[in-house]
């Protein structure tokens, strides 16, 4: 249905129309587990991320990003975004960039799957490949490149070292979750990936209490398949990464996060993601060790992306 302020949206400025779609963006629901575990007195709460404009947890830094750019007048129409990025991230800069009418180019390591590069042919973005063993560290390698060779003809995104990526989540993934439950929040746990979720939300929920707990995740092997995240031994640290956030940092196994993708969509009826899947494996790992509390996570993203889990599981 078009509503007054799609209609008056065709009269508005790139930046008017920006702001605009801002209110698309986070206010997720904060979904409570409620059957694969039994403590009462522990409460775990994940964010569904994937219900907001753009798909995923990725939309809040994305939009930030660009936002940002568009205000300063670095982004419009007659340049292009350029990022590295195999997944979510790609896909939010795809959806606010098609609905502003800003081109989009992305390096991809060539080994992203086929509904990712279907998804982002749609929606029209450039697709530039990379080396298929290099994964993102090599596609950001790239992109750098092609920003410096042609400076006038990119706003180079760069969401690994763009601190808009974790103020986008110490912005508003944080105060949603203190609002979400009333303050009441004693631990938030979530995996590493650009990092900028946990940096952003655990800073602003760090000042808000200086007493909550906050559990860094990361794959238990270099070679895993939790989509988004990094395993910080051995793959390239993202400068937005700050160390001294986390009061802990656990490992998880992609067998695990497969086990609960079942487990979840059997018992508490969300398809999630395997990346979501680890982070409730977190969550529950440390429900078992606490008398009380209530642990907060995030669900990236959930599973309609991933046709090759779902058949392999299903
Ligand atoms: C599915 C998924 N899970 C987790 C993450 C990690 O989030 P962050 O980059 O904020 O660390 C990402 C990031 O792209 C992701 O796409």
Redesign the pocket.
């Known amino acids: 249905m078009e509503t007054l302020s799609n209609i008056e949206n065709q009269k508005l400025t790139l930046t008017q129309k920006s702001e605009e779609l801002g209110s698309y963006i986070g206010q997720t629901p904060l979904f409570p587990i409620q059957h694969l575990y039994t403590s009462r007195q522990v409460k775990i709460f994940a964010k569904l991320e994937w219900q907001q404009f753009g798909d995923?947890?990725?939309a809040r830094p994305a939009y930030r990003i660009m936002r940002k750019a568009i205000k300063q007048g670095t982004l419009h129409e007659e340049v292009q975004l350029l990022d590295a990025s195999s997944?979510?991230?790609g896909i939010a800069y795809a959806h606010i960039g098609a609905a502003l009418g800003i081109p989009v180019t992305l390096c991809l390591p060539e080994n992203a799957s086929d509904e990712r590069k279907r998804i982002l042919k749609a929606l029209n973005v450039n697709i530039e490949f990379t080396d298929r063993g290099g994964g993102t560290d090599v596609a950001q390698h790239v992109a750098r490149e092609m920003y410096e060779r042609a400076p006038d003809r990119y706003y180079y995104a760069d969401q690994y070292s763009n601190p808009g990526n974790w103020q986008a989540h110490y912005n508003t993934t944080g105060p949603e979750i203190l609002k979400q439950t009333n303050g009441k929040v004693t631990h938030f746990i979530c995996?590493?990936?650009?990092?900028?979720?946990?940096t952003g939300t655990g800073r602003l929920l760090k000042e808000y209490k200086s007493d909550i707990r906050l559990i860094g995740l990361q794959p238990d092997l270099a070679m895993h398949g939790l989509?988004?995240?990094k395993h910080l031994e051995t793959a390239h640290s993202p400068s937005i990464y700050d160390a001294s956030l986390a009061d802990d940092i656990r490992a998880v196994s992609t067998e695990r996060a497969h086990q609960l993708i079942t487990l979840t969509a059997r018992k508490e009826g969300v398809l999630i993601?395997p990346?979501s899947a680890a982070n409730l494996a977190g969550a529950l790992e440390l429900a078992g060790e606490l008398e009380e509390g209530v642990i907060v996570t995030v669900f990236?993203?959930d599973l309609s992306k991933y046709g090759e889990i779902l058949t392999q599981l299903f």
């Open positions: 995923s947890v990725k997944g979510n991230t995996g590493l990936g650009t990092t900028g979720t946990f989509e988004g995240w993601s990346s990236p993203d």
